[in-house]
Antibody, heavy 118, light 107 residues
Framework: QVQLQESGPGLVKPSQTLSLTCTVS??????????WSWIRQRPGEGPEWIGY???????FYSPSLESRLAISLDTSKNQFSLKLRSVTAADTAVYYC??????????WGQGTLVTVSS | DIQMTQSPSSLSASVGDRVTITCQAS??????LNWYQQKPGKAPKLLIY???NLQTGVPSRFSGSGFGTDFTFTISRLQPEDIATYYC?????????FGQGTRLEIK
């Protein structure tokens, strides 16, 4: 079955860049028609969809984040990545990667907590 | 962005009870509405897609209905393992957006 696993630093300083990678197993991220998303969840809040990357490399970002955001594919490693620039405390959240993004998202990775603090 | 409003924000029920959660969209979203279950410390899990379709492997006590702006999620007979927070999510317009959640507790 499809499984996803997030990795990256758990602590990022304000104004720096948050970088996370999602490793996918059980399917190829290049599978025709597949979407791959990043989602975050601040403590006590509902999930917030960040953006997706299509199997061919096309992207769609949430308008509230697109000026700071980049999502990319690494097909050789079956991974996709998130970079969020100029972070503040408001970017502190659990970050999830997931399959899908145009309709529903499933399955999700287990999530990784990223704290923005000096 | 389309706003999704769930009610109640929390509820307490007994094992065996019928539980209903509602989700209202700020505009017509057809049936482009999904429901997720999130247990403490875990990622959300898709239960229902397109308002009323049960995801593979999900128990039949879970169901959903609705169209347009008003949607309902039901657990026919509450089980102890159903303790979780439930979220609705729309995908009629990107960005997809989620409700604020309904926290379900056992009485």
């Amino acid at each position: 079955q499809v499984q996803l696993q997030e990795s990256g630093p758990g602590l990022v300083k304000p104004s720096q860049t948050l970088s996370l990678t999602c490793t996918v197993s059980g399917t190829s991220i290049s599978s025709r028609g597949s979407y791959w998303s990043w989602i975050r969840q601040r403590p006590g809040e509902g999930p917030e969809w960040i953006g997706y990357i299509y199997y061919s490399g096309g992207t769609f970002y949430s308008p509230s984040l697109e000026s700071r955001l980049a999502i990319s594919l690494d097909t050789s490693k079956n991974q996709f990545s998130l970079k969020l620039r100029s972070v503040t405390a408001a970017d502190t959240a659990v970050y999830y990667c997931a399959k899908g993004g145009r309709t529903w998202v499933a399955p999700w990775g287990q999530g990784t907590l990223v704290t923005v603090s000096s | 962005d389309i706003q999704m409003t769930q009610s109640p924000s929390s509820l307490s029920a007994s094992v065996g009870d019928r539980v209903t959660i509602t989700c209202q969209a700020s505009q017509d979203i057809n049936n482009y509405l999904n429901w997720y279950q999130q247990k403490p410390g875990k990622a959300p899990k898709l239960l229902i897609y397109d308002a009323s379709n049960l995801q593979t492997g999900v128990p039949s006590r879970f169901s959903g209905s609705g169209f347009g702006t008003d949607f309902t999620f039901t657990i026919s007979r509450l089980q102890p393992e159903d303790i979780a927070t439930y979220y609705c999510q729309q995908y009629d317009n990107l960005p997809m957006t989620f409700g604020q959640g309904t926290r379900l507790e056992i009485k």
